[in-house]
Structure formats: structure tokens, C-alpha cells
């Protein structure tokens, strides 16, 4: 008679009702196919799976103390959720004079939700960066020495200034960033966050989110002096302020398809057309339509910056608590956005020093 197999926990309501967490899985196993992966599997069994004994022992370590706060916390987290959206509701919709009042006891008690879930998940959330720190940089040490994650040495926003790219901003919030070398090209990749500071009405100070994405800069081969910006198409009003407010001329370029897409300005006509050919033209609109970003660029100081404005959270660790330790997906979600930035670099062939 076969024995019943156990059924382990796989989210956190399985967790709270005590069901155990598999401890003992498949080996990782790859199947890459871009040729800058190759050996992988070699370097990850000399380099990345040695850590996995460790880093298991922490798993379970958060596991067993997100339990521990599941079961201590999550009664009287609800709890405290639920009387916050009576007391708010019995004390705002007998007078409510708009839609805000009713909204108002939604989002408190949601916000209090969300409260107890961050301090309930926080022996997750610090198992994650510490993978994060200690696992992520041996990975991208199978790249070269030359690739740091995180190091602490990225540019600050201001170094991005001179392109023109970044719209007026009070405050910024740093995210991930990756610095390497690509088939010979310097490749800086930082994710960040530029908010604007405002008054409301009644003169309080609030922040509103103006770019959320990616900064990437990266060597281009031809040489040139000047800057020319690729900006968006605002309009004819918008596009007229722009060009007195960067000081570039208006570059009128023949691709009708990449001046539906974008306006381009430069501080050098000839320099500008020398270095949007119609081959880079269709380069950047193939690269426009596979992020379906509004994207925007500047060649500038010897180097290609391209600003991607996009809600996706690069570069995150997702190790799943309730597996044993691989990284295996990490790993493979790690290399899949590596790949967007080196097919970005690949599709505009600036490895090519005749292409651009």
C-alpha cells in the first residue's frame, strides 16, 4: 500500500495552518542558449552552489520566523484592519460631501493591511537582500570582474544632466544598478525613481513621480563632439518650448516613420545625421516597439545614454521560500533581463564601429 505523499506548503495560508516546507528538490539544471552563457553550468557548480547549504539553512531559518509572525500576528493584523474601516466609516459616511470621504476608510484600512503584511514578511524580505548582496555579485561574476551589482558606485542623477534626458526633479530614490563590460563596450545599467515636490490646496507637500525606469549608458564607437538628442514627439507647442529650453537646433531627418516617433536635436546638424543613419533610425524604432516604452536617447561625451521609462522592477531577487535553495530562477531571471540590455546593444550593432 503506498504511503500518502505530503503535501508542503506553497504560500503563506499553508503556512499559517502548519504544513510542512520541502527541504530536499531537484538539482538545478540550465538550458541557456546565448552564447555569452557558456560553461555556466561548470561555473555554477564550482562558484554558486557551494553557497546553497548556507543559504537552505537561512530559508528555513525565515521561514520558521515568518510562521512564528503569521501565527502571532495575522489575527490581530486583520483585526486591526477591520476596526479601522468601521471606525473610519461610521465617522465619515454619515457626513460624507464627496467621493474622497468614501474612498477614505478604504484606503486607511488598506494601508494598515499593507502595514502588517511589511512587518509579518520581514524575515522574507531580509533573506532576500541578503541573497541579494552575498549571491547576485558571484553571479555576475561568471561575466568578468568587471561586473558589480549594487556596488554602491553609481552616478548620481546630476550625471545624466548634460543629456538633457531627465525632467526638472526634488528628489530621487535609487534602485538597483549593474555596471560591466560588454563584448569591449562600458554598460551602465541604474534603475531609479526622480519625484517633483508639490503643494496641495490646503499647502501641504507632497511628492509626485516624474520618471520611473531605467538609465543606460553604454560606449559608442564612432566619435563625435556634440550632442544630439532623440526626444519624444510632444506636439508642436511642446516641441518648440523644448528647443528653446535645451539650446539645440531642430535636426530634420528623411525616415518619415522615426519623425512620426521622435524629435531629434542636436548642437551639429551634420555631426547628428552622421551619427542617425537610416539603419540606426530603424534600430531605435525596433527598439521602441519590443519595449513598447516611450523611450528617449542622447549621444553625448563619447557615450549612448537611453532613458526606458517602465514600471517593471528590474533586477529583483525572487528566490521562492518555499523551495529549496538553487537560485536557480534567480539566475534564469537575472540573465533574461541581462539579455534585453545586450540585445539592445547587439540591435543598434554598437560593437559595430561601422554601424552607427
Avoid at 561548470?42 to 557551494?50: A, F, G, L, N
Avoid at 530559508?59 to 510562521?67: E, G, T
Avoid at 539645440?248 to 548642437?267: I, M, Q, T, W
Avoid at 539603419?279 to 553625448?300: G, K, Q, V
Wanted: charged share 25%.
Amino acid at each position: 500500500m503506498s504511503q500518502p505523499q505530503p503535501v508542503f506548503a506553497s504560500g503563506w495560508w499553508s503556512l499559517l495552518k502548519g504544513r510542512p516546507v520541502k527541504i530536499q528538490g531537484d538539482e538545478a539544471a540550465f538550458d541557456f542558449s546565448a552564447p555569452w552563457t557558456r560553461g555556466f553550468p561548470d561555473y555554477y557548480r564550482q562558484h554558486i552552489s557551494p553557497l546553497c547549504d548556507g543559504f537552505e539553512q537561512a530559508r528555513q531559518r525565515a521561514v520558521s520566523h515568518y510562521r512564528r509572525n503569521l501565527r502571532i500576528w495575522a489575527l490581530p493584523a486583520a483585526l486591526a484592519t477591520l476596526a479601522t474601516f468601521l471606525y473610519l466609516a461610521a465617522g465619515t459616511w454619515p457626513n460624507a460631501s464627496g467621493f474622497m470621504d468614501l474612498l477614505a476608510p478604504f484606503l486607511w484600512s488598506a494601508g494598515v493591511a499593507m502595514a502588517s503584511c511589511y512587518l509579518i514578511r520581514r524575515p522574507v524580505r531580509h533573506f532576500h537582500v541578503r541573497v541579494g548582496k552575498e549571491v547576485f555579485p558571484v553571479i555576475l561574476a561568471f561575466l568578468g570582474r568587471d561586473f558589480r551589482f549594487n556596488s554602491g558606485q553609481h552616478h548620481q542623477a546630476s550625471h545624466y544632466r548634460p543629456t538633457g534626458l531627465l525632467p526638472a526633479y526634488d528628489r530621487v530614490h535609487y534602485e538597483d544598478h549593474i555596471r560591466g563590460r560588454y563584448h569591449g563596450l562600458d554598460l551602465d545599467i541604474l534603475e531609479l525613481r526622480l519625484e517633483k515636490r508639490r503643494k496641495d490646496s490646503k499647502g501641504r507637500t507632497t511628492y509626485s513621480t516624474v520618471f520611473d525606469g531605467l538609465l543606460v549608458e553604454v560606449d559608442a564607437h564612432k566619435k563625435f563632439t556634440g550632442t544630439t538628442q532623440i526626444r519624444q514627439d510632444h506636439g508642436a507647442l511642446f516641441n518648440t518650448l523644448g528647443k528653446l529650453f535645451n539650446g539645440l537646433e531642430r535636426v530634420k531627418l528623411e525616415d518619415p516613420r522615426f519623425e512620426d516617433a521622435f524629435e531629434v536635436y542636436g548642437s551639429d546638424q551634420v555631426e547628428s545625421r552622421y551619427l542617425l543613419t537610416t539603419a540606426t533610425m530603424e534600430r531605435f524604432l525596433a527598439i521602441a516597439r519590443r519595449y513598447n516604452a516611450r523611450l528617449e536617447a542622447c549621444f553625448y561625451g563619447g557615450k549612448l545614454f537611453i532613458k526606458l521609462p517602465t514600471r517593471r522592477n528590474y533586477f529583483q531577487v525572487g528566490t521562492n521560500i518555499y523551495e529549496p535553495i538553487t537560485f536557480e530562477a534567480d539566475i534564469e531571471q537575472l540573465f533574461a533581463e541581462l539579455q534585453e540590455f545586450f540585445d539592445l546593444i547587439d540591435t543598434l550593432k554598437l560593437t559595430d564601429k561601422s554601424a552607427i
